[in-house]
């Protein structure tokens, strides 16, 4: 059965709003094309002036994933202890996850602007490897099946966003290469203050408030270990397709417990 690649792109004056994509077959291509369309058009960031979607026939089969663990930590942790902890507990050490933080609060571009993808960060020198340091790095031909969908809503409640899903989806395409050790994401949406730290081996940590409401900065940033193969990194994100088809679960922890969490 064929499947087929739809992505969404929308901007303002050249100033981006949102983004999506879905790999369904071709008999649900009318009904994803319209869904992505009136999403694009329906942003709290505002009305686009241009939208563009993108339609191709995959020309390989998807790899098959389950999702990441998600857990987001009770109590009202302040962001910075949490942080610490979590990059405790990843191969990142903790002043070089701290200072890549601060960075995307301020603009981690060469402009001091949002990059259009993610930076690429060696662990433990620090340096940044992605080709380009204005665009970044974006992972691209990403879904989750239906069924997985539905299961996740189910276990996340009241804490299920469109934004959480795509999220997560991303994060478990990232992490499933083997040079990825860990990702940090800031949402650049000023009204959506909900992030994330995935740490290999550990799980997806969903970080309410970790940035300021208003602020429109952020990103992504992956950290690989030292010899990576950037090549085969970035067109592993760039065009290898990735479905999840199945989730994982979806638990409440304290600081003190995710240190026992494998």
């Known amino acids: 059965m064929a499947l087929f690649s739809v992505k969404m792109r929308s901007s303002k004056g050249g100033l981006h709003i949102s983004g999506a994509e879905r790999i369904v077959p071709e008999e649900k291509l009318d009904e994803v094309v319209l869904s992505l369309f009136n999403r694009a058009r329906n942003h709290s960031r505002g009305k686009p002036d241009f939208i563009s979607v993108k339609v191709e026939e995959l020309k390989e089969e998807p790899v098959y994933l389950k999702a990441l663990p998600v857990y987001e930590v009770k109590g009202g942790v302040p ?10 507990l990843s191969d990142v050490p903790v002043s070089l996850g701290l200072r890549f933080y601060m960075q995307l609060l ?6 001091g602007g949002v990059m259009r993808g993610a930076a690429i960060v060696e662990i433990p020198s620090g340096k940044r490897l992605e080709p380009d340091s204005e665009r970044g790095v ?17 276990l996340a409640g009241s804490r299920y966003t469109e934004n959480f899903r795509d999220a997560l989806t991303l994060s478990t395409k990232v992490l499933n290469h083997p040079d990825v050790l860990a990702e940090l994401c800031i949402s650049d949406d000023p009204d959506y203050t909900t992030g994330y730290v995935s740490v290999k081996g550990r799980g997806y940590f969903r970080l309410f408030n970790i940035k300021p409401a208003g602020l429109s900065l952020g990103g ?12 085969n990194l970035v067109s592993y994100l760039e065009g290898k397709p990735v479905i999840i088809s199945s989730v994982s679960t979806y638990s409440a922890v304290s600081l003190e417990e995710i240190e026992g969490l494998k």
């Open 220 to 231: 992504r940033v992956f950290f690989v270990g030292e010899g990576t193969d950037l090549k």
């Open 138 to 154: 974006r992972v691209s031909y990403i879904d989750i099946t239906d069924e997985a969908a539905e299961e996740l809503k189910r």
């Open 79 to 88: 962001i910075k202890t949490l942080l610490e902890k979590l990059f405790s």
């Open 106 to 111: 301020k603009g981690i571009s060469p402009s």
